[in-house]
């Protein structure tokens, strides 16, 4: 079974332009959550989605940061324009529903490294 | 903001010695998980327990939860130094649909 693909790896931008990461979900997954994690910080939500519906965007910085999730398979998330503090890695997760629930683990790709000059 | 908060931050044991990691998080929930990071790598999900168990293994893991006290421990017995990585807790609050982290712990085995 192929696992959460995530693109690009690593991006270097300078502050003010504009970046977008690309993630595919495990086939069949319903859900998919897009965390930022700052160097040696926890993974922080910033939106989930279920099919393509968003579930919680509450910590999304919406003046900067937009998601969508075509389709209800994978996902974009863009920041415009980016600041310094964006720099961060950028994980993208998806899980399945059992009995309208989420069945709880959340399988993860291996991130996308972002540094903001 | 985080929900569950893990003790110690770090942690550096030699090999073949048992490692303890402990979370403690704020509100009721369904269930909490522990992940495993290495580093520059994505999250890995190890164990999850529900808010109805008590205690959980999974080869060289035990889980314990206590919700009355809102902690949750996590040993590594016999520990390797694959076993080096981050160690995060996390939760799914009762009532709700998104996953928390803590700030993890970072556990370093030395051969």
């Known amino acids: 079974e192929a696992g959460v693909a995530q693109s690009p790896r690593y991006k270097i931008i300078e502050k003010r332009q504009s970046v977008a990461f690309w993630c595919n979900p495990i086939?069949?997954?319903?859900?998919l959550y897009w965390y930022q994690q700052i160097l040696g910080q926890g993974p922080k939500l910033l939106i989930q989605?279920?099919?393509?519906?968003?579930?919680?965007d509450s910590q999304l910085p919406k003046d900067r940061f937009s998601a969508e999730r075509l389709k209800g398979v994978d996902s974009t998330l863009k920041i415009q324009p980016a600041k310094l503090e964006d720099s961060a890695v950028y994980l993208c997760?998806?899980?399945?529903?059992?009995?309208?629930?989420?069945?709880?683990?959340?399988?993860f790709g291996e991130g996308s490294r972002l540094t903001v000059l | 903001s985080q929900q569950g908060e893990e003790d110690p931050q770090a942690l550096s044991i030699q090999e073949g010695e048992n490692a303890t990691m402990n979370c403690s998080y704020k509100?009721?929930?369904?269930?909490l998980q522990w992940y495993r990071q290495n580093s520059g790598r994505g999250l890995v999900h190890l164990i999850l327990?529900?808010?109805?168990?008590r205690e959980k293994h999974s080869g060289r893991l035990r889980v314990t939860l206590d919700t009355s006290k809102k902690s949750s421990s996590l040993l590594i017995t016999a520990s390797r130094a694959a076993d080096t990585a981050s160690y995060f807790c996390?939760?799914?609050?009762?009532?709700?649909?998104?996953?928390?982290f803590g700030a993890g712990t970072r556990l370093f085995v030395k051969a």
């Open positions: 327990i529900r808010s109805n168990e």
């Open positions: 989605f279920q099919n393509n519906g968003v579930v919680d």
């Open positions: 509100t009721s929930i369904n269930n």
């Open positions: 997760a998806s899980s399945t529903i059992s009995g309208g629930k989420n069945t709880g683990e959340l399988f």
């Open positions: 086939s069949g997954h319903a859900t």
């Open positions: 996390a939760t799914d609050r009762t009532g709700g649909f998104k996953t928390i």
